[in-house]
């Protein structure tokens, strides 16, 4: 398979595009460790010592979710190099495992989606049911 001249400056475009946003993703996911780590002993100071939780209830969620975000992240990370690679060096082997992991960050992403519609439609259902159960 060849590729033409335009079809390399829309991939050089795009894997700059990528290359942001997987920066700004692991300045993010920066961001959300730090607030799971200090989130906690900064709201049993502000609560006290009798506080009805503890601090780890508070950082498990933002450490669960940042590992969940971590995945996409990086996946967009390894294409933007690896497509950099391949449209410098005209390399057809970083130009397969650039692919290989765009194709890997979108099932991710994808996989997550199913996951959520169908929590929000168990969700949806159980508010249902116990609206009803309440008239």
């Known amino acids: 398979m060849n590729i033409s001249n335009e079809a390399k400056f829309y991939l050089n475009e795009t894997r700059k595009w990528t290359f942001f ?31 009805p939780f503890s601090s780890l209830a508070i ?3 933002y450490l669960f979710i940042g590992a969940i975000y971590f995945f996409p992240i990086y996946y967009l990370y390894k294409f933007s190099t690896n497509m ?3 449209v410098l060096e005209e390399n057809e082997i970083s130009v397969n495992e650039a692919f290989k992991n765009l194709k890997s960050h979108y099932k991710f992403m994808s996989i997550m989606t199913i ?6 439609l168990i969700i949806g259902v159980g508010v249902v ?4 159960l309440l008239f």
Not at 31 to 39: G, P, Q, R
Not at 115 to 120: A, E, K, T
Not at 129 to 132: K, M, V
């Open 21 to 51: 946003l997987s920066i700004l993703g692991f300045v993010l996911l920066g961001f959300m460790m730090i607030a799971a780590f200090s989130m906690g002993p900064i709201m049993n100071q502000v609560t006290g010592e009798d506080a």
């Open 59 to 61: 950082g498990i969620p």
């Open 84 to 86: 950099k690679q391949a």
């Open 115 to 120: 996951i959520m519609l169908v929590l929000y």
């Open 129 to 132: 049911l116990f609206g009803s």
